[in-house]
């Protein structure tokens, strides 16, 4: 079966989105040394293979930052005004793997530990939510973690997501055999009318 392409919207402007806490904005420069500081924490990074080399930290930012200048959304650096000027990122992505689920769009998160515990990821998530279903039409956004990141499965279930059984997965980025390589699968769905 032919699966048709995802056809997104695209702004000529890069959003940015407000919430009673926090700011979803492009990247700035500034926030680069502190993402490379976050991803070379082996906490941070548990639930991924390893840390990352300043190299890799620097080139997933930059794939952010490349994906908002062409889409004007995407991974928006997260900014709590007045408590953190960059506290990782929170937003939209389009995964570029194999998997059986996509094409999807998918919500994604992380956070510095100092940023921990404290609802910020939620309230940013949600409001990434709320605009890839308002504003890019979507019917559904996915997310994915391993089975122990428990932090990340709160949220996803906070946030009205539900665990896809059918949808767990091998990642392909990861190698055979890792103890991380199984994901789980959640889904929401837009609410369609009043």
């Not at 900014?79 to 998918?106: M, R, S, T």
């Not at 990821?121 to 939510?129: F, H, Y």
């Not at 709160?154 to 997501?161: D, K, N, P, S």
Request: proline share 8%.
């Amino acid at each position: 079966m032919k699966v048709e392409p995802l056809v997104l919207p695209v702004f000529a402007q890069p959003v940015e989105l407000h919430t009673k806490r926090c700011v979803l904005r492009p990247w700035k420069d500034s926030d680069l040394a502190p993402w490379c500081e976050m991803n070379a924490d082996a906490e941070v990074r548990r639930h991924f293979p390893s840390v990352c080399t300043e190299e890799q930290a620097r080139g997933e930012a930059q794939r952010c930052r490349d994906a908002i200048a062409q889409r004007g959304w995407g991974m928006w650096a997260l900014e709590v005004p007045g408590v953190f000027p960059f506290a990782g990122f929170v937003g939209l992505a389009v995964p570029h793997y194999d998997a059986p689920w996509i094409p999807a769009v998918e919500i994604g998160w992380r956070l510095p530990r100092a940023a921990w515990g404290q609802g910020f990821a939620t309230e940013a998530a949600q409001a990434a939510l709320e605009f890839g279903f308002a504003r890019l039409g979507l019917n559904q956004i996915v997310a994915i973690a391993v089975p122990s990141n428990a932090a990340s499965l709160r949220v996803m279930t906070r946030l009205g997501m539900v665990r896809d059984e059918a949808g767990d997965f091998d990642h392909p980025r990861v190698e055979a055999g890792h103890p991380l390589r199984r994901h789980v699968l959640f889904r929401t769905r837009a609410v369609h009318g009043a």
